[in-house]
T-cell receptor, first 112, second 116 residues
Framework: GAGVSQSPRYKVAKRGQDVALRCDPI?????LFWYQQALGQGPEFLTY????????KSGLPSDRFFAERPEGSVSTLKIQRTQQEDSAVYLC??????????FGPGTRLLVL | AQKVTQAQTEISVVEKEDVTLDCVYE???????LFWYKQPPSGELVFLIR??????QNEISGRYSWNFQKSTSSFNFTITASQVVDSAVYFC?????????????FGTGTRLQVTL
């Protein structure tokens, strides 16, 4: 069966550009999480969806970060007016309601 | 607040040596999960194990074993007879049981280098 997929795998953006990162969770997984992983660090929580409802966005670093999951499946993380400090790997994970989170390969974002 | 500490930043061993990765956690929750994930150079986080706070029984899976001790808030991971393919960054993580509490809190990771 297919795992979590993310696209693009790599993204280079000029400072000030908007970017959109896509996550396709495992089919049937109701929970979806976004994490940010800076170089040499552990992943840090950004936001959580249960189906289409965004139940926790406490980890989003600023109002430039926005996430959606309109039909309870695919999710998009959007970063507006990117800054150099946004450079990181963005990881998406999905799980059943009380299950283990399975991660995608991540999107490596570099802001120049 | 939850916290996970992996004090070992990097460990180097020679193939066939045993190695233990330490993990200490802090939580005020009485029910929680503990995890280990492996991150090889490709970057994808690979799930290894999940234990719940009710079950302190140690677990063995092939060359891997885990020691959960609630009294010391530790969840250590041992690789027996290490192999080069074990080279990766290993993360310990903690979460609550349901809903928004199920978000993962990760440690900073331990980089394991296994050489011939």
């Amino acid at each position: 069966g297919a795992g979590v997929s993310q696209s693009p795998r790599y993204k280079v953006a000029k400072r000030g550009q908007d970017v959109a990162l896509r996550c396709d969770p495992i089919s049937g997984h109701v929970s979806l999480f976004w994490y940010q992983q800076a170089l040499g660090q552990g992943p840090e929580f950004l936001t959580y969806f249960q189906n289409e409802a965004q139940l926790d966005k406490s980890g989003l670093p600023s109002d430039r970060f926005f996430a959606e999951r309109p039909e309870g499946s695919v999710s998009t993380l959007k970063i507006q007016r990117t800054q150099q400090e946004d450079s990181a790997v963005y990881l998406c994970a999905s799980s059943l309601s009380m299950g283990t989170q399975y991660f995608g390969p991540g999107t490596r974002l570099l802001v120049l | 607040a939850q916290k996970v500490t992996q004090a070992q930043t990097e460990i180097s061993v020679v193939e066939k040596e045993d190695v233990t990765l330490d993990c200490v956690y802090e939580t005020r929750d009485t029910t929680y999960y503990l995890f280990w994930y492996k991150q090889p150079p490709s970057g994808e986080l690979v799930f290894l194990i999940r234990r719940n706070s009710f079950d302190e029984q140690n677990e063995i899976s092939g060359r891997y074993s885990w020691n959960f001790q609630k009294s010391t808030s530790s969840f250590n991971f041992t690789i027996t007879a290490s192999q080069v393919v074990d080279s990766a960054v290993y993360f310990c993580a903690l979460s609550g049981f349901t809903g928004t509490a199920s978000k993962l809190t990760f440690g900073t990771g331990t980089r394991l280098q296994v050489t011939l």
